[in-house]
């Protein structure tokens, strides 16, 4: 349904619908820190990086709370533009997160893009580099290659405790999946986290 919003001209009313519920989730709990998706086409928007603190303003809730997280690659006639909106971004003090899907390792394209905070890897790599030596190895290059960066690492779909072995192995700073936990609503994560609401008089 996203392609479907992106190619309708609805993915921008849909992110700021998912923002306005991040925003009101964070809102209770000053020590989460949350991702949301965000299409190529908002990253592209001038108005973008403007909406994003305009929504943080209304809920009360601070900029290192929240990282933004571009799930697709972007034409190349869009590079420019989203070149400035996430340097305005950063700026003014937000994450930005961005996948090194699978396929080819050694492009390294992420290391060309503009002050990205956080490099996500999917699963697909960690199942490659659990079978292959050299995916491994190519998997650990771009690790060092993010940190020298100086951005964070996220592992993402660990399943199982191999994968999440192999991500303690190779460095990663960080790693998410149903080896560590199911999908948790609101509720059920403050309590997993042991989070405690805000209390509002």
């Known amino acids: 349904y996203i392609a479907v919003a992106e190619q309708n001209g609805l993915i921008r009313n849909l992110t700021q619908m998912v923002l306005r519920k991040v925003c009101e989730d964070l809102s209770n709990h000053p020590k989460?820190?949350?991702s949301a998706n965000i299409s190529p086409l908002d990253i592209v928007d001038p108005a973008f990086p403007d909406e994003v603190a305009d929504l943080l303003t209304e809920y009360g809730v601070g900029k290192h709370q929240i990282i933004l997280e571009s799930t697709e690659e972007l034409l190349p006639e869009d590079a420019g533009i989203a070149a400035q909106n996430v340097r305005r971004l950063r700026?003014?003090?937000y994450a930005i997160a961005i996948y090194e899907a699978g396929g080819d390792t050694a492009s390294f394209g992420f290391l060309?893009?503009?002050r990205y905070t956080v490099l996500k890897i999917e699963k697909e790599l960690l199942d490659e580099a659990i079978k292959d030596p050299v995916c491994r190895d190519d998997l650990q290059?771009?690790?060092?290659?993010?940190k020298e960066k100086g951005l964070k690492s996220l592992a993402v779909g660990v399943e199982k405790e191999d994968q999440a072995m192999?991500?303690?192995e190779l460095g990663f700073d960080f790693q998410q999946g149903f080896f560590h936990?199911?999908?948790?609503?609101?509720?059920?994560l403050t309590a997993y986290s042991n989070l405690e609401k805000v209390k509002t008089a």
């Open 166 to 168: 192999l991500v303690g």
């Open 141 to 146: 290059e771009i690790i060092k290659s993010s």
């Open 181 to 188: 936990s199911r999908s948790l609503t609101s509720a059920e």
């Open 112 to 114: 060309r893009m503009p």
């Open 91 to 93: 700026e003014n003090g």
């Open 32 to 34: 989460l820190v949350v």
